[in-house]
């Protein structure tokens, strides 16, 4: 592993993934990103001028502009962060998360298939250079919801039941079969909800931590009662390190941060930590096609690869509100923008 390409690294998870990589190895790393609304170089201000990464903006979806960075770059390695990743937009706008979560997906393959096998022109002949490996970022969101029991394992059928999830279970099933019919040297990452520094406050901890501060209402779903499982994003970066080193090709691993909570445990702490009143919550309409609990069962990546997350939620939480809180600027660029025409289109119709 050498040059590895990190796609949506100007993202949240992407950027906290190549500090980490360059913290951790001497490798370069070539981030492209097409700065849709949630790309942001601010992410990346502190490593712009480090000699081992390079910044491209492009999208996942143009093939010759993506052929061009594996020729030039020498790719060895794809890391696949790149999509459309909140719930909520794909319900009023379905067709890019489509386009760019499966599309996209499938074509980083296509270049990397043609770039990475030995004989290209031969249909029938799947040999690779070595070490070279496709890694997909997906969610544990493609399994759909559970009830009040049960975890979501790798072998569990999967059931998506928003926009955005279906568009990763089908990005998820092109990588599968790309490894089927191709061969090509794939993992597969099925991680629960992220939460760290540099997250867009369109998700739900900077935007509850944001409104918070600003003593604006914050907006529950439903009877905030749905259940996640909470993976500081700085064990998540870790976990994608440790498959990509020591992953067994064509596996997929699931990651998640055994720490199950209900949204409105979420916000309360917030506001106690923040030291504002509970009068500050506004029950809204719930989410179309709401799932209620993600659960992860973490026994193969820990029992195979000995990652395990190192974060509380206690102590992860707490890190990220004064992390929040310390960097308001950076906040502020961000919701000074767009970010106010989303917010009261969305929760306009979410008004009870
Ligand atoms: P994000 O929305 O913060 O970042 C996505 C990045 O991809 C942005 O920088 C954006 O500009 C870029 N991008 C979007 N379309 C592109 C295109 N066509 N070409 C190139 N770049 C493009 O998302 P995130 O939260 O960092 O998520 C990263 C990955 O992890 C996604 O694949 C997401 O599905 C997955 N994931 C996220 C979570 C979570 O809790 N955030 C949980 C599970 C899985
Ligand atoms: P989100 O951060 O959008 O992640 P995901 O939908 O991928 O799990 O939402 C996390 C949970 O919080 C989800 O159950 C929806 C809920 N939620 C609210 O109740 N209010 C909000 O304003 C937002 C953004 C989310």
Not at 40 to 67: G, H, M, W
Not at 221 to 229: K, L, V
Request: proline share 3%; glycine share 6%; with cysteine.
């Amino acid at each position: 592993m050498k040059n590895i390409l990190v796609t949506g690294g100007a993202g949240f998870i992407g950027s906290n993934f190549v500090h980490l990589m360059l913290k951790n190895h001497d490798y370069n790393i070539i981030n492209i990103d097409s700065l849709t609304y949630a790309g942001n170089l601010d992410n990346l201000k502190d490593i712009e001028n480090d000699s081992r990464y390079t910044f491209v903006k492009a999208d996942i979806r143009d093939r010759a502009a993506v052929t061009e960075i594996f020729k030039k770059y020498d790719i060895d390695t794809v890391v696949n962060f790149a999509a459309e990743s909140h719930v909520d937009r794909s319900i009023t706008e379905p067709e890019i998360f489509l386009t760019t979560n499966i599309i996209g997906t499938q074509n980083l393959l296509d270049v990397a298939k043609s770039f990475w096998k030995i004989n290209p022109d031969d249909k029938y002949s799947f040999d690779y250079k070595d070490g070279v490996k496709y890694l997909q970022v997906s969610t544990d969101e493609v399994y759909g919801a559970l009830g009040k029991t049960g975890m979501f394992m790798e072998t569990t059928p999967l059931s998506p039941n928003s926009p955005y999830s279906a568009s990763k279970a089908s990005a998820d099933m092109v990588v599968r079969a790309y490894h089927e019919t191709f061969k090509m040297p794939i993992n597969i990452t099925r991680c629960s909800n992220n939460y760290g520094p540099y997250q867009f406050p369109e998700k739900l901890i900077p935007l509850m931590i944001n409104n918070c501060k600003a003593g604006k209402s914050l907006p529950v779903y439903g009877d905030g009662m749905q259940i996640r499982d909470w993976l500081h994003v700085s064990d998540h970066c870790a976990a994608i390190d440790t498959v990509l080193h020591k992953g067994k090709d064509g596996e997929i691993y699931n990651v998640g941060g055994n720490n199950e909570k209900a949204n409105i445990e979420i916000v309360k702490l917030i506001i106690k930590a923040l030291g504002k009143s509970e009068d500050l919550i506004k029950y809204v309409k719930d989410r179309p096609g709401h799932d209620r609990r993600y659960a992860i069962d973490n026994t193969k990546i820990t029992t195979e690869l000995g990652w395990a997350p190192k974060y509380t939620f206690e102590e992860g939480i707490k890190e990220t509100i004064e992390w929040y809180l310390a960097n308001e600027e950076w906040m502020n660029k961000i919701t000074s923008g767009e970010y106010t025409k989303y917010y009261d289109n969305m929760y306009k119709k979410a008004e009870k």
